[in-house]
């Protein structure tokens, strides 16, 4: 069977920003934010699937790094075309920055072997920095295609997408297994189906279903399917002081507050002469 | 956006407490979930896979079928080499859907189907027609399944009903050039071949809405020499088999999206649905029923649209230093139009439980249950309750959408007027809800005999007789009063012992009727929403006190012209004058 592992990431939801937003020392105020799928790897679970529809034989493992309720986008993830899910989850995680979270989805990656492919968004809205795919590819040794656009073709042997850069497109080939990550530009993902949300709709992980009030620990037992995995940092063999805060380097300095305001407004009028000298200009500037 | 969790008057009509029979009885046992992993194993569990579905079509109307319905009225379908070509936000808006999952909503498991209870089913409907009405024909037309379902042979459910689900989209291909309103005139021809083992259908249907779909009911005549309903029998058509092109689709006034074709069949091969000469009698009444019930939920979605609307607009707008919803000429509008589409939406809701009750028990005896002597009277009442409310509905509530639509351009002013607000499209979409699947005259003519056997004043006095709250006593009060009114109205026009004066009559009779239905229901709401302490339990309140002082009026009008009525001045209206 082709294994496909998706990489996903619940963030606060950064792009409906209200005043509130931000806490006084600088902080984003994650209560104030509703969470959700990181936009980028729904993405990432769309090429998944899409491969998944290609080869048929097919299977695909979602991971998530992240708090008992990433669960829910597990979840999320499984209503629309994912069969299953591993929530990374430890307090030993938390203050990890892209070093220590590559590190900790590498192990997890390590656990899961064999796969064919690893799928994740580019980067999350949160901190957008770009960097844990590239990282934890670079942790295991795999080749990586960042940027990815549209899958082209897929086989068990390699995969070949077109990615989205900033000055055009580029076709590339890789062997498999390797890690992709996925373009906002990519093809958004399907929207949930109505059966698989009613099959999965009580996939739990083992400490909600702990939680829950209903005893579902029968039909967990008859429903394997319905079993969301949690992995602790025991579970990963990993090195201690490389998780979370002690495992990263990155240290917040300060945080400010920018209030964006013009300023040194140009005039131009409507003469051939401005209107050339502002094309010159942006032109320059790469804006267009 | 989500159209479902954004509107709370959803999920309270959902949680009717007539759900729990509805539910109950279509489940029958809950026996499902031992063979299919997303059937529900007991009341709650599927009351939350409804809430859950309509969760994903709410999202999918906010984000997707929203969005695309402006780009969708402008580009319109249109036919190459003799087949529809959707406009791009169609296909997106059905690929979406398709891949959702949400076709087949009402099918049986066994068939790929999601099995709800006609109220999610509706609701469901209520919210793709918010996005898009002329859209949420194509989407609705699956209803084509629930005929398959009951009335055709296994063999022809196992072949088709599996594939709604997938996205293979329908159409019923009733209408004719000479046969509209009047289906017994239908000449479409059908000839059974021996060779084939087929029939094959020869003729012109017109104004078929999603005419090139995959799947047709066709209405045609199998029985030479006859001229009447009792030589039609009903056909289902794969496209797949050949026979049929589209000469041409409507180039019309509004529901763009939703392409309305002439269709011809030549030699196009076909299987009967059921029995012969039945077509029309049986199967086309019980589609028609179901279409209206669509029809209604399409009102609804539309008048929320237009109410959404106007309501933003007129919070925005300023003129003489003032929003414009400050100003009462204003503020009566907007509430009058959401009276009117809560009143719409509750009778909507009655009628979904009373047909979903009606068609549990026909599915029931189709499995070979034996009903006993209880259940038997109940599936007459849940019938006879459904087949009362239907045209009621349909009357109303596209009435109101027209209403609504109207007077949501008239809140925009002169903008309103233009193509940049969506009111404009809202309005010519509107229009032809009160003509098709039966027009508001038609829906009298349905409604009358309702009046006149006093089975609608038999229902009003069963919702009177439900204890309310006493804050509501003072509605009870009105609404006693306009009863009275009612009945002497109908008295009087009993009394003239005149077919014509009885037609010419109905449709205020019908309106009374339907205001006291409206108005009951209404209080009704309200009581449940005080009683279960829900925060906005005051919306519910306004509405049902604004539309019963509206149909207070109403019903003085109508009842003050039928007690003056002098019945030789019906000649006056017999010729109107041309004036040439």
Same mark, same amino acid.
């Given at each position: 069977?082709?294994?496909?592992?998706?990489?996903?990431?619940?963030?606060?939801?950064?792009?409906?920003?209200?005043?509130?937003?931000?806490?006084?020392?600088?902080?984003?105020?994650?209560?104030?934010?509703?969470?959700?799928?990181?936009?980028?790897?729904?993405?990432?679970?769309?090429?998944?699937?899409?491969?998944?529809?290609?080869?048929?034989?097919?299977?695909?493992?979602? =991971?998530?790094?992240?708090?008992?309720?990433?669960?829910?986008?597990?979840?999320?993830?499984?209503?629309?075309?994912?069969?299953?899910?591993?929530?990374?989850?430890?307090?030993?995680?938390?203050?990890?920055?892209?070093?220590?979270?590559?590190?900790?989805?590498?192990?997890?990656?390590?656990?899961?072997?064999?796969?064919?492919?690893?799928?994740?968004?580019?980067?999350?809205?949160?901190?957008?920095?770009?960097? =844990?795919?590239?990282?934890?590819?670079?942790?295991?040794?795999?080749?990586?295609?960042?940027?990815?656009?549209?899958?082209?073709?897929?086989?068990?042997?390699?995969?070949?997408?077109?990615?989205?850069?900033?000055?055009?497109?580029?076709?590339?080939?890789?062997?498999? $297994?390797?890690?992709?990550?996925?373009?906002?530009?990519?093809?958004?993902?399907?929207?949930?189906?109505?059966?698989?949300?009613?099959?999965?709709?009580?996939?739990?992980?083992?400490?909600?279903?702990?939680?829950?009030?209903?005893?579902?620990?029968?039909?967990?037992?008859?429903?394997?399917?319905?079993?969301?995995?949690?992995?602790?940092?025991?579970?990963?063999?990993?090195? $201690?002081?490389?998780?979370?805060?002690?495992?990263?380097?990155?240290?917040?300095?300060? #945080?400010?507050?920018?209030?964006?305001?013009?300023?040194?407004?140009?005039? !131009?009028?409507?003469?051939?002469?401005?209107?050339?000298?502002?094309?010159?200009?942006?032109?320059?500037?790469?804006?267009? | 956006?989500?159209?479902?969790?954004?509107?709370?008057?959803?999920?309270?009509?959902?949680?009717?407490?007539?759900?729990?029979?509805?539910?109950?009885?279509?489940?029958?046992?809950?026996?499902?979930?031992?063979?299919?992993?997303?059937?529900?194993?007991?009341?709650?569990?599927?009351?939350?896979? @409804?809430?859950?579905?309509?969760?994903?079509?709410?999202?999918?109307?906010?984000?997707?079928?929203? $969005?695309?319905?402006?780009?969708?009225?402008?580009?319109?379908?249109?036919?190459?080499?003799?087949?529809?070509? @959707?406009?791009?936000?169609?296909?997106?808006?059905?690929?979406?859907?398709?891949?959702?999952?949400?076709?087949?909503?009402?099918?049986?498991?066994?068939?790929?189907?999601?099995?709800?209870?006609?109220?999610? @089913?509706?609701?469901?409907?209520?919210?793709?027609?918010?996005?898009?009405?002329?859209?949420?024909? #194509?989407?609705?037309?699956?209803?084509?399944?629930?005929?398959?379902?009951?009335?055709?042979?296994?063999?022809?459910?196992?072949?088709?009903?599996?594939?709604?689900?997938?996205?293979?989209?329908?159409?019923?291909?009733?209408?004719?050039?000479?046969?509209?309103?009047?289906?017994?005139?239908?000449?479409?021809?059908?000839?059974?071949?021996?060779?084939?083992?087929?029939?094959?259908?020869?003729?012109?249907?017109?104004?078929?809405?999603?005419?090139?779909?995959? #799947?047709?009911?066709?209405?045609?005549?199998?029985?030479?020499?006859?001229?009447?309903?009792?030589?039609?029998?009903?056909?289902?058509?794969?496209?797949?088999?050949?026979?049929?092109?589209?000469?041409?689709?409507?180039?019309?006034?509004?529901?763009?999206?939703?392409?309305?074709?002439?269709?011809?069949?030549?030699?196009?091969?076909?299987?009967?649905?059921?029995?012969?000469?039945?077509?029309?009698?049986?199967?086309?009444?019980?589609?028609?029923?179901?279409?209206? !019930?669509?029809?209604?939920?399409?009102?609804?979605?539309?008048?929320?649209?237009?109410?959404?609307?106007?309501?933003?607009?007129?919070?925005?707008?300023? &003129?003489?230093?003032?929003?414009?919803?400050?100003?009462?000429?204003?503020?009566?509008?907007?509430?009058?139009?959401?009276?009117?589409?809560?009143?719409?939406?509750?009778?909507?809701?009655?009628?979904?439980?009373?047909?979903?009750?009606?068609?549990?028990?026909?599915?029931? &005896?189709?499995?070979?249950?034996?009903?006993?002597?209880?259940?038997?009277?109940?599936?007459?009442?849940?019938?006879?309750?459904?087949?009362?409310?239907?045209?009621?509905?349909?009357?109303?509530?596209?009435?109101?959408?027209?209403?609504?639509?109207?007077?949501?351009?008239?809140?925009?002013?002169?903008?309103?007027?233009?193509?940049?607000?969506?009111?404009?499209?809202?309005?010519?979409?509107?229009?032809?809800?009160?003509?098709?699947?039966?027009?508001?005259?038609?829906?009298?003519?349905?409604? #009358?005999?309702?009046?006149?056997?006093?089975?609608?004043?038999?229902?009003?006095?069963?919702?009177?007789?439900?204890?309310?709250?006493?804050?509501?006593?003072?509605?009870?009060?009105?609404?006693?009063?306009?009863?009275?009114? @009612?009945?002497?109205?109908?008295?009087?026009?009993?009394?003239?012992?005149?077919?014509?004066?009885?037609?010419?009559?109905?449709?205020?009779?019908?309106?009374?009727?339907?205001?006291?239905?409206?108005?009951?229901?209404?209080?009704?709401?309200?009581?449940?929403?005080?009683?279960?302490?829900? $925060?906005?339990?005051?919306?519910?309140?306004?509405?049902?006190?604004?539309?019963?002082?509206?149909?207070?009026?109403?019903?003085?009008?109508?009842?003050?012209?039928?007690?003056?009525?002098?019945?030789?001045?019906?000649?006056?209206?017999?010729?109107?004058?041309?004036?040439?």
């Amino acid at each position: 069977m082709f294994k496909i592992i998706v990489l996903v990431k619940q963030v606060p939801d950064t792009r409906n920003v209200g005043k509130d937003a931000m806490k006084a020392d600088g902080t984003v105020n994650r209560a104030a934010l509703p969470a959700i799928f990181n936009p980028e790897d729904l993405n990432a679970l769309e090429m998944a699937i899409q491969m998944k529809d290609r080869i048929k034989d097919a299977e695909i493992t979602v =991971v998530s790094m992240g708090p008992g309720r990433a669960a829910e986008i597990i979840r999320e993830s499984l209503y629309r075309g994912a069969d299953k899910g591993y929530l990374i989850s430890d307090m030993k995680f938390a203050g990890a920055d892209t070093l220590a979270t590559s590190y900790t989805l590498s192990m997890a990656l390590r656990k899961l072997e064999p796969y064919n492919v690893v799928i994740c968004g580019r980067q999350a809205i949160d901190g957008d920095t770009a960097q =844990v795919g590239p990282q934890t590819a670079e942790k295991l040794s795999l080749p990586q295609i960042t940027y990815a656009e549209t899958l082209e073709a897929i086989d068990t042997e390699s995969v070949t997408v077109k990615r989205r850069l900033e000055r055009g497109v580029e076709t590339v080939k890789s062997p498999l $297994p390797c890690l992709i990550t996925v373009h906002s530009s990519a093809a958004p993902c399907r929207p949930r189906n109505a059966k698989r949300t009613l099959r999965f709709k009580r996939a739990l992980t083992p400490s909600e279903l702990q939680a829950s009030s209903t005893d579902y620990s029968a039909m967990l037992e008859s429903c394997s399917y319905l079993r969301i995995r949690e992995w602790s940092a025991g579970d990963l063999q990993a090195e $201690p002081q490389r998780l979370g805060l002690s495992g990263s380097p990155t240290k917040v300095k300060k #945080i400010e507050n920018v209030v964006l305001a013009h300023k040194d407004a140009k005039m !131009l009028t409507a003469a051939d002469a401005d209107v050339e000298s502002v094309v010159v200009e942006l032109m320059g500037e790469h804006i267009i | 956006m989500n159209f479902y969790s954004d509107n709370k008057a959803l999920k309270f009509h959902l949680g009717h407490p007539m759900i729990k029979q509805c539910i109950d009885l279509k489940e029958n046992g809950y026996t499902d979930s031992e063979k299919f992993d997303y059937a529900p194993k007991d009341f709650d569990d599927a009351m939350d896979s @409804y809430d859950k579905v309509l969760e994903i079509i709410g999202e999918i109307a906010g984000e997707i079928i929203a $969005p695309n319905a402006e780009d969708v009225d402008h580009e319109g379908a249109h036919v190459e080499n003799y087949r529809v070509k @959707y406009a791009k936000g169609t296909q997106k808006n059905h690929d979406t859907l398709t891949q959702a999952g949400v076709y087949g909503i009402a099918l049986p498991r066994k068939y790929n189907g999601l099995h709800f209870s006609m109220v999610p @089913y509706v609701m469901a409907a209520e919210i793709v027609s918010r996005a898009d009405a002329g859209f949420a024909n #194509i989407w609705g037309l699956q209803d084509c399944a629930e005929t398959i379902e009951e009335f055709a042979s296994q063999d022809i459910k196992d072949e088709f009903l599996p594939r709604i689900a997938t996205g293979a989209t329908c159409s019923m291909d009733l209408t004719e050039p000479d046969a509209g309103s009047d289906l017994q005139a239908v000449q479409l021809k059908a000839t059974y071949d021996e060779a084939s083992k087929m029939w094959l259908l020869n003729g012109v249907k017109r104004f078929i809405t999603n005419g090139d779909a995959e #799947i047709k009911l066709v209405l045609a005549r199998s029985e030479e020499g006859t001229a009447d309903a009792r030589g039609l029998s009903y056909f289902v058509h794969d496209k797949a088999w050949g026979g049929t092109k589209v000469r041409r689709i409507e180039n019309k006034m509004g529901i763009k999206g939703s392409p309305t074709c002439e269709l011809v069949f030549e030699n196009a091969p076909s299987k009967l649905v059921g029995d012969r000469r039945m077509g029309l009698i049986k199967y086309v009444m019980s589609l028609m029923n179901g279409a209206r !019930l669509g029809v209604g939920a399409q009102s609804v979605g539309l008048s929320e649209a237009a109410c959404r609307e106007a309501l933003k607009y007129a919070g925005e707008r300023e &003129q003489f230093k003032k929003k414009i919803i400050e100003f009462p000429a204003v503020y009566e509008m907007l509430s009058l139009m959401r009276a009117k589409t809560d009143a719409a939406r509750t009778i909507l809701y009655e009628t979904s439980r009373w047909v979903d009750i009606s068609k549990s028990y026909s599915a029931l &005896q189709r499995g070979g249950t034996t009903l006993s002597p209880e259940q038997r009277a109940a599936s007459k009442a849940a019938g006879r309750n459904a087949d009362m409310l239907t045209p009621m509905l349909k009357l109303f509530a596209s009435e109101y959408a027209n209403q609504n639509a109207y007077d949501a351009i008239q809140v925009h002013g002169g903008t309103g007027f233009m193509k940049d607000f969506p009111v404009e499209r809202l309005y010519r979409d509107a229009r032809i809800l009160s003509i098709y699947e039966g027009t508001s005259q038609l829906q009298v003519v349905a409604a #009358i005999r309702f009046v006149t056997n006093d089975s609608y004043t038999a229902l009003i006095n069963s919702y009177a007789e439900q204890k309310v709250e006493p804050q509501f006593e003072h509605l009870r009060t009105i609404l006693a009063k306009m009863s009275d009114k @009612y009945l002497k109205a109908v008295e009087t026009v009993k009394g003239f012992e005149n077919e014509e004066l009885l037609d010419f009559h109905a449709r205020r009779l019908v309106e009374i009727a339907g205001c006291l239905i409206m108005g009951h229901l209404l209080v009704l709401d309200a009581n449940r929403a005080v009683t279960e302490e829900l $925060p906005n339990s005051s919306d519910y309140v306004k509405s049902a006190e604004i539309f019963i002082a509206h149909a207070a009026a109403k019903v003085k009008e109508h009842s003050t012209f039928i007690k003056h009525f002098n019945a030789e001045k019906i000649a006056n209206y017999k010729s109107p004058a041309a004036r040439d």
